[in-house]
């Protein structure tokens, strides 16, 4: 991160509206870059999460990330971690990760309107001993938090979890194939296709 809190595209769209003052007020307060306790409680009740990344060329991508409260572990005073699950093949998100470590992180509560943003660095392990904790899981994720920090809520709508994905990964269970692999059976990965022909 740069030294200056604000680059010259926002200072000019601040200036313009006459919010450079309320900018930097809040900047003051708000931002940090170690997790309190309030900022890991939020996360470890979190059941999903949005990802932002992009690659060298600055091409950007924004995924859901959903799993089971908890699946997003506050491991350090500014670091966190996340399981890579099975999705559909093109990794687009840790392949930017690979060219390009600068991430965005954006949590909501909808059912308590509030949302948090974890700004950083990420970097992906394969052979990572959090993979024994969360099953399926074919990578982790670890993010290095340079700026954590609270966002207006006003504009988030309330609505309240129906169901919990029946796809998220539990110990002692095997996860339900997605129906769309059916359509595409012939260019799953080997172990996919060895999965399926062995339930034909």
């Known amino acids: 991160m740069s030294g200056e809190t604000f680059h010259s595209g926002e200072r000019a769209m601040q200036d313009q509206h006459d919010s450079r003052r309320l900018a930097d007020a809040i900047h003051r307060v708000t931002v940090h870059a170690e997790f309190t306790d309030n900022d890991r409680a939020f996360i470890a ?12 060329a600055g091409n950007l991508d924004c995924s859901y990330k959903g799993g089971d409260p908890g ?8 670091t ?11 990794f687009m998100s840790l392949g930017n990760i690979s060219e390009h470590a600068r991430v ?7 059912e308590r309107q509030s949302r948090m943003r974890v700004n950083g660095t990420a970097r ?19 993010v290095t938090a340079e700026q954590i920090f609270p966002n207006c809520p006003r504009y988030i709508h309330r609505m309240e979890l129906v169901e919990r994905s029946v796809f998220v990964p539990q110990a002692g ?6 129906g ?5 059976a012939d260019a799953l990965p080997e172990t996919q296709r060895r999965k399926r022909a062995g339930d034909a």
């Open 104 to 110: 965005g992180t954006l949590f909501i509560d909808f």
């Open 71 to 78: 699946f997003v572990r506050v491991t350090g005073t500014s």
């Open 173 to 178: 269970c095997e996860t339900p194939e997605a």
């Open 80 to 90: 966190l971690a996340f399981p890579n699950y099975d999705g559909n093949g093109m």
């Open 45 to 56: 009740r979190m059941p999903m999460f949005f990802l932002a990344t992009s690659d060298a």
């Open 124 to 142: 992906v392990s394969f052979d990572d001993p959090l993979l024994e904790e969360y099953p399926e899981a074919t990578a982790i994720v670890h």
């Open 180 to 184: 769309w692999k059916a359509h595409f």
